[in-house]
């Protein structure tokens, strides 16, 4: 405990040892770094005599990219271990165990959940998860849910979304998913193949950049459930039969439909993706893309499937007795989330982070028609979101582009 | 300083006393207590010998309300000073200065505003202001604007929303004003004369409840603008050349058409009471009833210049490089506007607190004749506040009403 100073991986060790209960008094530590050192300390640390594991993670204070460091606040960590034992409590099981976390020094010792895969990884192999839309739209439905003010007393409701402003994370995605991409910014990253789209059509688009803007505002000012924040399929573990999802350093006060968005954009970029591989069969392809597309239909038809029961269960009297409400909000998520999900597919092909489905693409040429793809898709979402009149018709849209 | 107590009147005094450069040291101090009691101490206190004053007010940490007392929170006094002092210095001269304020003892000493009269009773007289447009307008637009994320960085907006969180306080109008009305509530207070209505009619307008809790829901979630949260006739000190707005504490970041809504339904309220009242021939209260609809759309008009003016002046680049997006928010604004206008309208007829304007017309059959009419007006802004297409429409909308 005490004054916040990073820890190098023998004193990570050292701590982890003298955290109570955690290991045994003649536990043996092995510990191997796991992250990329960029935005966090991840230590993989291992009992080898008892075979227990913990994933020890430390917040740094700066962010380092391409030669330069970005202030990035370590209270992060705060956040992100309080996100995890709240979405616990109301979807046990689908998120890492927190077994400890110091605020001072924005550590946490996480549940080792390294049997698992990284999905996004699995997705670039066509590994397919069946079980997958029935979970994650479960881990949706009632993360949303119960920390909205359709459940909770709006007393409690308010001290959570204090607890959870997180200033400098959600600047993040307000500049780098929901700005950058729709003018020449200098944080953008684009395939010169696409650069003269780019600047002759798309940074043109002022319907577009308007209707983004909306939806920005929304992301800055609309407080209705208590989001993940960066809910990419990098972000989830799974195997044939489980799946957790993790690294809620994000996550905030904002509306339902963002963690949606992200979900579905994540399985958009990776349909996309196959328009520019050349290590499939066209066979494998369109077996692959169909099974892309019902996961998406899945995801979003157990969502509703799921808030709307919690709804009947759970929601206060004050909103459950009002008729047509439900429905009123569940489009209103909709709409969002089909909003959020073009601008989360925009932004990987635009902006400053890109997705290893794509970006594994090497020849450019290859690689544009790919990118091409997603940016037709997630513009065609934004802009007709309102007409969208539910999750088929974003099949429909989606199959019309390929 | 120090734990918390409420003081009697003459510990008051002498704590104003002993605040440091607030008074002269053989200053004469007499203090007449000016509150009913039921929420706060307020004192005003003079120097005799050299004609300083201060108005000296405490939080108590009850509400005391028909037999009952409901705890409220005494960092209201906090939230009420810091929110005098942001608007100060975005509206200088139009709200009373905090000489001194005590977080600990939750109270604060404010400019003495005697001279000035309170706006309500000035209406019930049929006084004119023929700057109070120009003025309110410039304070909504200016408050309004200046604390949003079309002007702050967002890391400091998100700073001030986290401040301003005051979930009692805000909870009092989530009850009182955008939910009990709309149904048969304990809290609700009906004139006999117009109970039958409410059974038979009012409470089965499905559609208009629906409405409303769109309206709630967005007062609980949309953080757009840092609100005064009451801002009635009551809360506004004025004369022919002055206007100055105190009692800040309900103030948080809300829909900035919530307070432009206040202040347009405190004028409604006024207009509606000539219905019951008997006391002015027919050519006074046309004329007076004249006066109040220029002062609507007065208001309005000069909310729009200034908030367009500070728009294209001091908005963030982000925002103001969008084409269409400054007219996006003033209509969204707009439509906002124009339903909590409905919503304050109508809870002054229902709900639990009344105004003076209607309350103080003593036969309860004329009383209902007001009252009637300003339901009519308060639920059709609600229902129609998408369809209307300037403030000239809501003009032309209350006056089909008479």
Not at 14 to 34: M, Q, T, W
Not at 122 to 143: C, D, N, S, V
Not at 312 to 320: I, L, M, Y
Request: overall charge negative; hydrophobic content about 40%.
């Amino acid at each position: 405990m005490g004054e916040y100073r990073a820890l190098t991986e023998q004193q990570a060790v050292e701590y982890a040892r003298n955290v109570p209960g955690l290991f045994e008094k003649d536990a043996e530590l092995v510990s191997r770094e796991i992250g990329d050192g960029n935005l966090n300390l991840v230590f993989h640390i291992i009992d080898k005599k008892h075979g227990k594991s913990t994933i020890f993670k430390q917040a740094l204070p700066h962010l380092r990219v391409i030669g330069e460091s970005w202030p990035l606040t370590i209270d992060r960590s705060r956040i992100e271990a309080e996100a995890l034992k709240l979405q616990d409590s109301i979807c046990p099981g689908m998120v890492p165990k927190v077994y400890f976390n110091d605020v001072d020094m924005s550590l946490s010792m996480v549940e080792d959940l390294s049997y698992l895969k990284i999905m996004r990884f699995e997705l670039m192999k066509m590994r397919k998860f069946p079980k997958f839309p029935e979970q994650i739209g479960k881990f949706l439905a009632r993360t949303l849910f119960y920390t909205s003010d359709y459940h909770l007393d709006p007393i409690v409701k308010k001290e959570l979304v204090k607890k959870f402003i997180n200033p400098e994370l959600s600047k993040i995605t307000e500049d780098l998913v929901l700005t950058d991409p729709y003018y020449n910014a200098g944080t953008n990253d684009i395939n010169p193949e696409i650069m003269g789209f780019m600047r002759d059509v798309w940074w043109k688009k002022d319907a577009l950049r308007l209707e983004v803007t909306k939806l920005k505002e929304a992301f800055m000012q609309k407080a209705q459930s208590l989001l993940h924040g960066d809910l990419h399929t990098g972000s989830i573990f799974i195997d044939e039969n489980e799946m957790r999802v993790f690294d809620t350093e994000f996550s905030f006060y904002g509306p339902a439909g963002f963690d949606i968005g992200a979900v579905i954009a994540n399985l958009i970029l990776n349909y996309a993706s196959w328009a520019g591989r050349d290590d499939a069969t066209a066979e494998q392809t369109a077996d692959y893309r169909a099974y892309l597309l019902e996961t998406v239909a899945g995801v979003y038809n157990a969502f509703e499937s799921y808030f709307s029961e919690a709804w009947d269960s759970d929601a206060r009297p004050e909103f459950k007795d009002v008729k047509g409400y439900k429905e009123y909000v569940m489009r209103e998520i909709f709409e969002d989330a089909m909003g959020y999900a073009g601008c989360k597919t925009n932004r990987r092909i635009i902006g400053f982070a890109h997705v290893a489905d794509i970006q594994t693409i090497k020849d450019e040429k290859r690689r544009a028609a790919a990118q091409m793809l997603a940016l037709s898709i997630g513009e065609a979402l934004i802009m007709n979101r309102a007409k969208l009149k539910g999750i088929d018709d974003l099949i429909t849209l989606i199959k019309d582009f390929t």
